[in-house]
C-alpha cells in the first residue's frame, strides 16, 4: 500500500518514519508443566490465550498477568491456539487429530472439529471471521465452516503442513510443507475457488512458519535460520534476513508492519527473539531471557504487547513502546496520513499532524483496524 496523503479530505502531511525503542521485559507467566507452544492475542488486545504440551489451553489477563480460565478437553499436547474476528471464539489444533472451538466466556467446546488423522498443526481464521484453515501432518489443509463446524473443502499436499496464514484481504491462503521433493514450497490458493494460484520455488529448507504483512503485499516465512521476504503479487523473493543461529519457529509483524519479530532456538541454544525493521533489513534489537526455544510470537493488535511462548514452560510479556503518531488509513484502505490520537468528540476521532493541525474524522471514515484500535482505547 502506498502511504499517499488523504488530500481531499484530511489535507496534506509527510509520512515519516517512527525511530524504534527496546522491548521491555513487563512479566513472566507461569503455570503450564509443558512446554508452550502457541501463543495469540484477543482483537481488544486485553485476553491472551497459550496452547501448551501438558494438553491445556490457559486464558490470561494482560492487564494482570493472571490466568482467567484453564480448557482442558484436549486430550494430547495442543499445537496452535487463534482468536476469531469477534474475540468470542477461540481454535486449538492438537496433536490428538482434532480442532476444538471454545466459546471465550464460558470456557466451554462449542464443538470439536474431526477429519484429520495426524497432528494439527497450525490453524487461521479468515479475517471476516466465517472460515477457518488448518493444516496438518496428514498432508493436508482443509478450510471449516466456522458457524456450522463443518468442513467446506481439503486441498492435498505430498508431505505434512506445517504453516497456514490467510491475506489479510481474505482472498488467498498461504500454505508451507515439510521437506519433500515437490512440497519444499509455499503455495498460494485462492480461497474461493481452492485452486493453486502460485509455488514459490526459491526454498532450500521447508518454511515453518508464515505470516502477512499488514498491508498483503509481502509474505515473511521462517525457513531454519533464514527469514524470507516474498512479494505476494509476483511471487518473488525480495530479501533475507540473517542473524539467529537455530531455527527459527515463530514471526510476527506489528500491527503498522514497520517491525517484523522473530523467534528461535534448539535446545539451550538461541533462545532469542529478534525484531527486524522491515525496510532495512537491519535486525534493530534483539530480547533474551528464555531458556528454551521461543516457539510462538504474538504481537497484540494495539501494539503495545508482545507475547513470547517457550519450552522453557513459560510466556514473558514485553512493553512495546508505542510511537507518539501512528499511520492512519481510511475506509478505502489507499489513502494514509501519520498523526496523532487525541480522543473522540461526538463520534469523529480527533487527530494532530506533526505540524499541529487538528483534524476530526468520522469515525466510520476509517478503516476497520483503526475503528478496532480507537474502540480499544476508549475503553
Known amino acids: ?85 469477534d474475540g468470542k471464539t477461540l481454535a486449538s489444533g492438537s496433536a490428538d487429530h482434532t480442532i476444538k472451538l471454545w466459546d471465550v466466556a464460558t470456557g466451554k467446546v462449542v464443538v470439536t472439529l474431526r477429519g484429520h488423522t495426524d497432528t494439527v498443526w497450525s490453524l487461521a481464521f479468515s479475517p471476516d471471521g466465517k472460515t477457518l484453515a488448518s493444516g496438518s501432518l496428514d498432508k493436508t489443509v482443509r478450510f471449516w465452516n466456522v458457524a456450522t463446524g463443518k468442513g467446506i473443502a481439503t486441498l492435498t499436499n505430498r508431505n505434512g503442513v506445517l504453516a497456514v496464514a490467510f491475506s489479510p484481504d481474505g482472498q488467498t491462503l498461504a500454505s508451507a510443507a515439510a521437506s519433500g521433493d515437490e512440497d519444499r514450497t509455499i503455495k498460494l490458493w485462492n480461497v474461493a475457488t481452492r485452486k493453486k494460484r502460485a509455488s514459490l520455488n526459491a526454498v532450500t529448507i521447508a518454511p515453518d512458519y508464515l505470516v502477512f504483512s499488514p498491508d498483503g503485499e509481502t509474505l515473511a516465512s521462517a525457513c531454519g535460520l533464514k527469514i524470507r521476504f516474498w512479494e505476494v503479487a509476483t511471487g518473488k523473493s525480495t530479501s533475507t534476513l540473517t542473524g539467529h543461529t537455530r531455527k527459527i519457529c515463530s514471526l510476527a509483524f506489528s500491527p503498522d508492519g514497520r517491525t517484523l519479530v522473530s523467534g528461535a532456538g534448539v535446545g539451550d541454544t538461541d533462545n532469542t527473539i529478534r525484531l527486524w525493521d522491515v525496510t532495512s533489513g537491519k535486525n534493530t534489537f534483539t530480547l533474551t531471557g528464555h531458556t528454551y526455544s521461543v516457539n510462538s510470537i504474538a504481537f497484540s493488535r494495539n501494539g503495545k504487547t508482545l507475547a513470547s511462548g517457550s519450552n522453557d514452560k513459560t510466556i514473558k510479556l514485553w512493553d512495546v513502546p508505542t510511537p507518539e503518531f501512528r499511520t492512519w488509513t481510511d475506509s478505502s484502505g489507499q489513502h494514509q496520513i501519520e498523526a496523532k490520537f487525541d480522543g473522540v468528540v461526538s463520534g469523529k476521532v480527533k487527530l494532530i499532524k506533526k505540524n499541529g493541525t487538528v483534524i476530526q474524522v468520522p469515525l466510520e471514515k476509517l478503516s476497520d483496524e483503526d475503528q478496532e484500535w480507537v474502540e480499544a482505547e476508549r475503553k
Not at 492475542?41 to 494438553?55: I, N, W
Not at 489477563?61 to 486430550?75: I, Y
Open 1 to 85: 500500500m502506498n502511504r499517499v496523503v488523504w488530500a481531499t479530505c484530511l489535507g496534506l502531511a509527510t509520512v515519516s518514519p517512527v525511530s524504534a525503542q527496546e522491548p521491555k521485559l513487563r512479566e513472566t507467566l507461569t503455570g503450564h508443566s509443558g512446554q508452550v507452544l502457541s501463543v495469540a492475542f484477543s482483537r481488544d488486545s486485553k485476553t491472551l490465550a497459550s496452547g501448551s504440551a501438558d494438553h491445556t489451553i490457559k486464558l490470561w489477563s494482560v492487564a494482570t498477568g493472571k490466568t482467567t480460565s484453564t480448557l482442558k478437553e484436549h486430550t494430547d499436547e495442543v499445537m496452535f491456539v487463534a482468536f476469531c474476528r
